[in-house]
C-alpha cells in the first residue's frame, strides 16, 4: 500500500502549492486595487477643498488633483480629471470627479471603470 503512494506528496504539494499562491496574489490585486480607489479619492477630495478656497479656481482643483495622483500613483491614472460648481442642499459646492482605470493585473486594467467625485463647499469672502 506504500508503495502505491509514492510520490503523492510532491503532487499534494505543488496543487495546493499553486491554489495558496493564487489565493495570495488576488489579495494582493485587491489591496492594489483599493489603494488606487482610496488614493483617487483623497486627491479629488482634496482637489476639491483647493478648488474651493476663496480666489481659486475649479482650475486650480484640477491641477491639484493630478498632481497628487500623480505623485501617488502614476500620472496616466490622472488624464481624466474634471470639475464644476454644484449646489448641495443650496450650498454652492466645487465637485471634482476622476475617471481612472480600475487596476485588475498590477496596474493594468479596465480604463475609465473607476469613478469617484469629491466635493466641497466654496468659500465667499464677504
Known amino acids: 500500500m506504500a508503495r502505491d503512494e509514492r510520490g503523492s506528496a510532491v503532487a499534494e504539494f505543488t496543487l495546493v502549492g499553486v ?5 495570495a496574489l488576488a ?13 483617487v479619492l483623497d486627491a479629488a477630495a482634496e482637489g476639491a477643498r483647493h478648488a474651493a478656497l476663496a480666489g481659486s ?3 486650480d482643483g484640477v491641477e491639484r488633483a493630478r498632481e497628487l495622483i500623480g505623485a ?6 490622472a488624464d ?3 470639475a464644476r ?5 443650496g450650498v454652492p459646492t466645487v465637485e471634482i470627479t476622476v475617471r481612472a482605470t480600475m487596476p485588475v493585473i498590477g496596474l493594468l486594467g479596465v480604463e475609465r471603470a473607476m469613478e469617484v467625485s469629491g ?3 466654496v468659500e465667499i469672502l464677504d
Do not use: F, K, M
Open 85 to 89: 460648481l454644484a449646489t448641495v442642499g
Open 27 to 39: 489579495v494582493v490585486q485587491l489591496a492594489l486595487a483599493l489603494h488606487v480607489r482610496n488614493t
Open 72 to 77: 501617488a500613483i502614476a500620472s496616466e491614472y
Open 119 to 121: 466635493h466641497a463647499a
Open 19 to 23: 491554489l495558496l499562491t493564487v489565493l
Open 80 to 82: 481624466d480629471v474634471s
Open 57 to 59: 479656481s475649479p482650475a
